[in-house]
């Protein structure tokens, strides 16, 4: 049996829940879990708000912990290995995303906290395909957000071939943005933090940043006209987003990280003048956050994490809930 909490109704309060998952899978694995981040997304899940929960949701895509058990198929992890499961549980493996590696963009992959019990709990499954190993060096216990987080403001890097030499804008310096400083810092990139929040500049600094930008000030945004490569936006705010593309080097793109319900107003003739680009990106590929995990390693990147017993995870919920999160919050088991 697996012990857990779930969530019976919309945005209601996470109580103890057992169930049996039954036989494990050919493919699938079982995870002890150690840690599990807390990430607005699971807030969203649990109030339904993209329309695909399914209640009771156990929420928790950011974990970490050891393999239990592997089923007979599984050959690439072993019984007792630390692991790491982020957004995705499963992917169809045959489409043509899967086969030309872009598994992340899977039209029918898995996702860990839909239809399905995710880490709020002392164990989770999934295909052994989607569950990725921890390097030895990096801290087990505030790596779970680098599951989703991390690997969310990394893959445009990939995606782009951003290069060492360019300019990056982060606007929104919070559980999203906080570690896209530090990815693109390491990157090699001169990297600007847009953020609303004074008290954050110098935290901002200490991260890699190169300066701030108060994205509230029409006038300090427009003095950064013609500055940028790309703009990661990490936030789910409406912005003034004509005024943030006119930050834009020629041919520069505007990236959207954040899961903004809002649309997005733009001038076509804006866009055509510089040759910009708008664009998205979901969490990435297996392979992707292997390297991702490869490169917090090597550079001593990790998420600056607050951490609460699993017993305490309303409280949890509602400290993030309430914008206290200074910057990822996670579970302990």
Sequence with gaps: MIHAYAATEPDGKLNPLEYDPGPLGHDDVEIQVEHC???????SMLSNEWGISTYPIVPGHEVVGKIAACGENVAHLQTGQRVGLGWHAGYCMTCHSCMQGDHNLCSTATFTIAGRHGGFADR??????????????????????????????????VQYDVQPTDRIAVIGIGGLGHMALQFCTAWGCEVTA?????????????????????????????????????????????????????????????????????????????????????????????AVIADMLDFAARHNIRPQ????ALEQVNTALDHLRGGKARYRVVLDM
């Excluded at 981040?37 to 807030?43: E, K, N």
């Excluded at 991390?150 to 893959?155: A, E, H």
């Excluded at 847009?194 to 008290?199: D, Q, R, V």
């Excluded at 994490?305 to 609460?308: A, C, I, N, Q, Y």
């Design 37 to 43: 981040g807390v990430c607005h997304s699971d807030l």
């Design 124 to 157: 989770v499954r999934a295909r052994a395909a989607s569950v990725i190993a921890l390097p030895d060096s990096l801290d087990a216990a505030s790596a779970g957000p680098l599951f989703c987080g991390g690997i969310t403001v990394f893959n445009p890097l």
């Design 194 to 286: 847009f953020t609303s929040t004074a008290a954050k500049s110098e935290e901002a600094m200490a991260m890699g940043a190169r300066d701030t930008i108060d994205s509230t000030d029409p006038a300090a945004i427009a003095a950064a006209a013609g500055r940028f490569d790309i703009i990661l936006s990490t936030v789910n705010v409406k912005l003034d987003w004509p005024a943030f593309i006119g930050t834009l080097r020629k041919r520069g793109r505007l990236h959207f990280l954040g899961a903004t319900l809002e649309h997005v107003e733009l001038s076509v003739m804006q866009l055509m003048a510089g040759q910009h680009s708008v664009s998205s990106s979901p969490v990435g590929s297996p």
């Design 305 to 308: 994490t607050e951490h609460f």
